[in-house]
Nanobody
Framework: QVQLVESGGRSVQAGDSLRLSCAASGRTISTKIMAWFRQAPGEAREFVAGISRSGGTTDYADSVKGRFAVSRDNAKNTVYLQMNSLKPEDTAAYYC???????????????????WGQGTQVTVSS
């Protein structure tokens, strides 16, 4: 089992930056594909960013490309999401997810991930 705990969410102004952290415990995440998803009230959960086991491959939703950056520190068992130039439409609960697969592909649907955190709220005001 892997337990994931997100932190770093808060209320900010448009244009600000935030860094979210996802700390894992129980088992190492070095063998896991990691991803960030978000869900706004009344909206479906959506993929935000993903990172391969080694960190060598990343991918992003079009809506955040060029503004967000996902990274991981396997030695610290932690994944990060650096969010720059935040917009009001980035307001959502952000969730960290881990998936155990033999391949090192990034998966874009929530159902592909085995473990989830409880989420951290990001609110961006205009």
């Amino acid at each position: 089992q892997v337990q994931l705990v997100e932190s770093g969410g808060r209320s900010v102004q448009a244009g600000d930056s935030l860094r979210l952290s996802c700390a894992a415990s129980g088992r190492t995440i070095s063998t896991k594909i990691m991803a960030w998803f978000r869900q706004a009230p009344g909206e479906a959960r959506e993929f935000v960013a993903g990172i391969s086991r080694s960190g060598g491959t990343t991918d992003y939703a079009d809506s955040v490309k060029g503004r967000f950056a996902v990274s991981r520190d396997n030695a610290k068992n932690t994944v990060y999401l650096q969010m720059n130039s935040l917009k009001p439409e980035d307001t959502a609960a952000y969730y960290c997810a881990a998936g155990a697969y033999a391949s090192d592909n990034i998966y874009y649907t929530g159902g592909a991930y085995n473990y989830w955190g409880q989420g951290t709220q990001v609110t961006v005001s205009s």
